[in-house]
Nanobody, 129 residues
Framework: QVQLVESGGGSVQPGESLRLSCVVS????????VGWFRQAPGKGREAVSC????????YYIDSVKGRFTISRDNPQNTFYLQMNSLKPEDAGVYYC??????????????????????WGKGAPVTVSL
């Protein structure tokens, strides 16, 4: 049985940091692209960041570029989202998932990603004074 379990969510003030972790069990992480998604109250789920297998190519939504960093530790079957300089608009429930990266056909750079097959149950993040 494959499980993805998030941890590290919480309540912080604007400008502070959080690191989300996603522990994967029942599935070897190394060959699998993975990513993070978030859903704010009253809004749809959006892809925040994804990484190809082998800690290769990465995708970030524009609003988090320069502030968030995705990484993976394949031997630990765990991947992470380091979130710095958090803003109120970053608040929501964060989900980890296995993903497919969508690449630009000319440059082959990741331009988006979407979740497929396996999802965690979510970790809430609140950013407020």
């Amino acid at each position: 049985q494959v499980q993805l379990v998030e941890s590290g969510g919480g309540s912080v003030q604007p400008g502070e940091s959080l690191r989300l972790s996603c522990v994967v069990s029942g599935l070897l992480l190394a060959p699998v692209p993975v990513g993070w998604f978030r859903q704010a109250p009253g809004k749809g789920r959006e892809a925040v960041s994804c990484v190809d297998n082998g800690d290769g190519d990465k995708y970030y939504i524009d609003s988090v570029k320069g502030r968030f960093t995705i990484s993976r530790d394949n031997p630990q079957n765990t991947f992470y989202l380091q979130m710095n300089s958090l803003k109120p608009e970053d608040a929501g429930v964060y989900y980890c998932a296995t993903v497919v990266l969508v690449r630009d056909p000319d440059t082959m750079e990741p331009r988006s990603c979407y979740g497929i097959d396996y999802w965690g149950k979510g970790a809430p993040v609140t950013v407020s004074l």
